[in-house]
């Protein structure tokens, strides 16, 4: 593939007193695929690479939400509020049914998305994702580098790697090619009150139930695509088969060698596997 | 896709005292992928479905292992003498390095193979296998499918259905479309000789050690692709989970509302992604 650049001007559009920032590209025909990001992450924060290949076929929307990047307004403390402005968003741009791909955090929106708008999306990508009241495996140094706020450019590489990568050198190798590539794009950085909130919603989100049954997970009879890496130390690979097993349509892919970050790892195999999955039949 | 048919005549080869038949087919050029069938199963239980998509691509070789099918000789009661046996077979076609895909036990041969010749296999897939020593969950009426002998034509289907689908009628039917198109091929059965011998080997491999690390697929450094459906009554999925978290290098594929089958379920989805596994770099 030769080199694809994310279009680097946003879109703006005004609903729900909040100015969203996007940017829609791609094929102009087809069901619109919008992406969920990360904890702190905007809509530069997607890997290109991965990005490039969907785009080839299908019209691509990467936004920001309410609060975050070049969006107006205050990040929400809890994931249904983010879930209900990303609503107001797709409503705004006249969308009727989308697909969608939630990352990390953007998982967990993406999840209370469906369940809150049942018939706006028709399919469902969850990457390095996982249930409300999911498992947990705090690790201080994992909270410390999500956390991080200031320090210098090595600092962010290597919280990047820890948070993001395996241990392994082909792991980290190919996450400072992903942190380069997006690095090249970044103009917006997140506020701290993304980050305040943000941790919050998290926060509330994960707290643990050991006796959770996830029946709410039957109410999402979407097909759904998993993906996570094989040792995710963020939000543990555990929660990828929990989904699976309790959603009734969940496919689960799960990545070799690489953790969180799986899907910027391996960009083009991972977009590969969401080409099939959206396109299948 | 246009129909596919498994091209019907047999090919012989004699080596180590074993006349084996095989049907080589497919594209002529590019490395083989070999293909070992699963319990009680000949070279005519593949779903042609499956395998037309794969030899759009590629070399094809279905094969009897000894004393299977239309192949001479006893069956070993060790998936050790089996994998000896495919290796037999394989160094007799003047084949240096193939790609190999096992189903259940013809998982347990593909492993052992890896371990016993690592520079004859290129890829691995393993399709609802386990490693030894995995998961069991012992259920009487899942034993007595696996081995009963005669019965009428809606016993063997209901037992199939059984062993191979989930319970809901999406997946029975799309198994009644499966053991269709399988029936139709098929001519020769397997002796009882089989069945005893396999059943022994079986026995061996699943023995379970509860304090059992999995060491030993540290050494199966090649790439692997391991898939199940989300629920395998006969080779519960966990042991999926097992192989892909112990060996070096593997991606896991589960798919959903299905079991042990799971690739005759979603044959031409199954194939895809086995053909962008191969495919990789």
Redesign the interface.
């Given at each position: 593939m030769s080199k694809f650049t994310i279009p680097t001007e946003s879109s703006y559009i005004e609903a729900g007193g909040i100015r969203f920032a996007y940017r829609k590209f791609g094929q102009e025909t087809g069901i619109p695929l919008v992406f969920f990001i990360h904890f702190r992450g905007t809509m530069e924060n997607w890997d290109p690479n991965m990005i490039g290949v969907l785009a080839e076929s299908r019209p691509i929307i990467l936004f920001d939400n309410a609060g975050v990047g070049e969006s107006s307004g205050e990040t929400p403390t809890t994931v249904a509020e983010m879930a209900k402005d990303a609503a107001t968003f797709i409503k705004a741009l006249g969308l009727e049914r989308v697909d969608i791909l939630g990352f990390s955090i953007g998982g967990f929106v993406a999840q209370e998305l469906v369940l809150q708008q049942p018939n706006m999306v028709r399919r469902i990508v969850l990457a390095g994702t996982g249930p409300q009241s999911g498992v947990n495996d705090p690790r201080k140094d994992v909270y410390e580098a999500m956390t991080q706020v200031g320090g210098d450019e090595n600092d962010a590489l290597e919280n990047f790697l820890l948070l993001f990568y395996g241990p392994t050198e082909t792991s980290r190798t190919a996450g400072i090619s992903s942190y380069k590539r997006i690095l090249s794009q970044k103009k917006v950085e997140s506020s701290p009150q993304v980050l305040d909130a943000q941790l919050q919603a998290i926060s509330q989100w994960t707290e643990r139930d050991p006796e959770q049954k996830y029946d709410w997970l039957q109410k999402i009879t979407q097909?759904v695509l998993v993906t996570n890496g094989?040792k995710d130390v963020m939000v543990p690979t555990e929660n990828s088969?929990i989904l699976?097993?309790n959603?009734?349509?969940?496919?689960?892919?799960?990545?070799?060698?690489s953790g969180h970050g799986h899907l910027f790892q391996y960009p083009e195999?991972f977009a590969?596997?969401v080409k099939?999955f959206l396109d299948?039949k």
């Open positions: 097909a094989v088969y699976t097993e959603l009734p349509n969940a496919q689960l892919i799960i990545y070799p060698d195999q590969g596997h099939l299948s």
